[in-house]
C-alpha cells in the first residue's frame, strides 16, 4: 500500500510466491506494487537490513571522559560499582550533566561485555532418583516467634532430595554443629523411611570455623561415620560457594517465606512451648510434602534400606559435680542435687538437652543453656537442688551470682527486691527463702503478700509460708 513500508515478512512472502508466479502476480499476493516488486528483485535483502544505522542525535557526553578516566577506573578496579564511578565523575567534573547516569552505567556494562574479566560458570547438573540429598541450616531469628512470651532465637535444619523435593525442617536452638546435623538428619531419613546414596552440606564447614587441626579432624570422622552407617557417601561444597548447594539454597528461601505466611494465617507468632513450635513446623513441611507425594514415592522406592537403629547424635563429655552443687560446662553452670557433689559424671550433650549418666544408670535430663553473646557464662539452675541448704544459710540469698535464675518465675525476684527496699536484708532473706520450702510447688503458684504498714511488715497478721493462702 502506498506510504507504508516493506516489511521483512512481505519480503519473504515475495520471494515464495516469485518461485512459481509472475512478478505482478507474487508481488499482489505478498501486498505491494508490481514496481516494488521489480526493484526487489535487483537487492535481495530484506528491508531490515538495508537501513542505514542510525547516527548519533547529540553530542556524546561521555566522550571526554570514558576512555581517559572511566576506562583506567575498570581496569584497575574490576568490581568497583558503577554508581561509585557516577559519583566520581560528579566530582571531578562538575558540570556534567546528572542526567548522565543511566548513559553511564550502559556504557560500562557494554565495555565490561567486551573487555571485562571472565566470571564464573555455573553447569547445571542432571539429578538422578534416590541418589543426592542435601543439608544447610537457616537462620529464622527474623520470623519474631515467641516461646513462652521469650522471643525464640533459632535455625532450622533444612533437609532436601535433589530429584524428589523431599523436605523435612528441625528447629535448632544452637548454632551449627556435629550435634546438629546429626540429629536433624536422622530425624529425616527416618521420616523418610530410606537414606539415598549421597549426602551433601556445607555446615560443617560453619562448625569449622573456629575449631583447631584436630578438633576439624576429630568432627570430620564423626560426620563420616554418620554417612557410614547409613551407607552413604559423604560430600561437601567448596566453603563460600553456595550455587554448588543450590538445590537447598533456593529451598531456604521458600520455607521461610510458607512459614511466615502460616504464622499470618494463624494470627500470632506466640507459642506456648517448644513443643507447639516444633509441631507447627513439621505440619507447614508437610503441605509442601504433599505437593510433590507422587514424586517422592517414586524416590523412595530408589532408597538405600536403614539399619537397624539410629547413632549417636550427641557429645560426651566426663564433668565433675562440685562443692557448689553443680559443673559448668560450654560455658554454662548447671546445678544437680547435692547427692551428686564429688562425683564424675557421663554427660550426652544434645542440642536441646544433657543427659546426665553415673556410670550406665541414667540420672536425669537438663535443658540445655547458652553462654550469652557477650561471653558471659549461662546459668541453668533448679531451686529444688539448692533449697535445703539455703534455708540454714539464708544471707548466701543476697550476693548469690545466679540469684535471679533461682526463681522459679519472675514473680519471686520482683518480691525479693521489694522486700530488699523495705525489710532488713536477714529478715528478707529468710522469708523469701521460707516462701520456697520443699511441699509447695513454686512453679505453679502466686503467694499472696504480707501485709505492709509504714515502715515495717505486719508479721502478725501474716500467716507462717506452709500456711500461706496462696492463689492458681
Excluded at 7 to 25: E, G, N, S, W
Excluded at 159 to 183: D, Q
Excluded at 451 to 461: N, V
Amino acid at each position: 500500500m502506498p506510504g507504508r513500508h516493506v516489511t521483512d515478512h512481505q519480503m519473504r512472502l515475495y520471494m515464495k510466491f516469485r518461485q512459481t508466479d509472475a512478478v505482478a502476480i507474487a508481488a499482489a499476493k505478498a501486498g505491494f506494487s508490481p514496481a516494488t516488486g521489480y526493484r526487489l528483485g535487483h537487492d535481495p535483502r530484506l528491508p531490515s537490513q538495508q537501513k542505514a544505522p542510525r547516527g548519533r542525535r547529540r553530542p556524546d557526553p561521555l566522550a571526554d571522559i570514558f576512555d581517559a578516566e572511566i576506562v583506567p577506573m575498570l581496569k584497575a578496579a574490576p568490581g568497583i560499582r558503577s554508581i561509585a564511578i557516577y559519583e566520581e565523575m560528579r566530582l571531578r567534573h562538575p558540570d556534567l550533566d546528572p542526567g548522565v547516569r543511566r548513559t553511564m552505567e550502559r556504557r560500562i556494562r557494554a565495555w565490561r561485555a567486551l573487555h571485562g574479566e571472565e566470571q564464573e560458570v555455573i553447569f547445571r547438573q542432571v539429578h538422578e532418583p534416590g541418589r543426592m540429598a542435601l543439608s544447610d541450616f537457616t537462620d529464622m531469628a527474623d520470623l519474631g516467634v515467641t516461646v513462652a512470651g521469650v522471643v525464640l532465637d533459632h535455625r532450622l535444619y533444612h533437609f532436601r532430595l535433589a530429584w524428589s523435593g523431599f523436605e523435612h525442617a528441625h528447629v535448632i536452638l544452637g548454632g551449627e554443629s556435629y550435634v546438629a546435623l546429626a540429629e536433624g538428619l536422622q530425624n529425616a531419613l527416618w521420616a523418610l523411611g530410606g537414606a539415598p546414596r549421597e549426602h551433601r552440606s556445607d555446615s560443617l564447614s560453619a562448625a569449622f570455623r573456629n575449631l583447631d587441626a584436630d578438633a576439624r579432624a576429630d568432627l570430620t570422622r564423626r560426620y563420616d561415620a554418620l554417612c557410614d552407617h547409613y551407607g552413604m557417601t559423604p560430600s561437601r561444597n567448596n566453603r563460600g560457594v553456595a550455587h554448588e548447594n543450590g538445590a537447598i539454597e533456593s529451598a531456604h528461601g521458600h520455607l521461610k517465606m510458607a512459614i511466615r505466611d502460616a504464622l499470618l494465617m494463624r494470627g500470632s507468632g506466640h507459642f506456648d512451648d517448644l513443643a507447639s513450635y516444633r509441631r507447627f513446623v513439621d505440619e507447614v513441611v508437610s503441605r509442601k510434602n504433599r505437593r510433590n507425594a507422587a514424586r517422592i514415592d517414586a524416590e523412595r522406592a530408589q532408597l538405600r534400606l536403614l539399619p537397624d537403629r539410629r547413632t549417636s547424635d550427641y557429645e560426651e563429655t566426663i564433668v565433675t559435680v562440685t562443692s557448689t552443687s553443680s559443673f559448668t560446662l560450654r560455658k554454662v553452670f548447671y546445678t544437680v542435687p547435692s547427692r551428686l557433689i564429688g562425683h564424675r559424671l557421663r554427660v550426652r550433650l544434645h542440642d536441646d538437652r544433657l543427659e546426665l549418666f553415673i556410670g550406665g544408670t541414667h540420672l536425669m535430663t537438663l535443658a540445655r543453656g547458652r553462654a550469652a553473646s557477650n561471653g558471659k557464662h549461662g546459668h541453668v539452675v533448679d531451686y529444688r537442688h539448692v533449697i535445703h541448704s539455703l534455708r540454714r544459710k539464708p544471707m548466701a540469698l543476697l550476693g548469690m551470682v545466679y540469684r535471679d535464675q533461682l526463681f522459679p518465675r519472675d514473680a519471686y525476684r520482683r518480691t525479693f527486691d521489694h522486700m530488699i527496699e523495705h525489710l532488713p536484708e536477714r529478715i528478707a532473706c529468710r522469708t523469701m527463702v521460707e516462701l520456697k520450702r520443699p511441699g509447695f510447688p513454686g512453679g505453679s503458684l502466686n503467694w499472696v503478700m504480707p501485709p505492709y504498714r509504714g515502715s515495717r511488715w505486719l508479721h502478725s497478721s501474716w500467716p507462717r509460708p506452709q500456711q500461706a493462702e496462696c492463689v492458681r
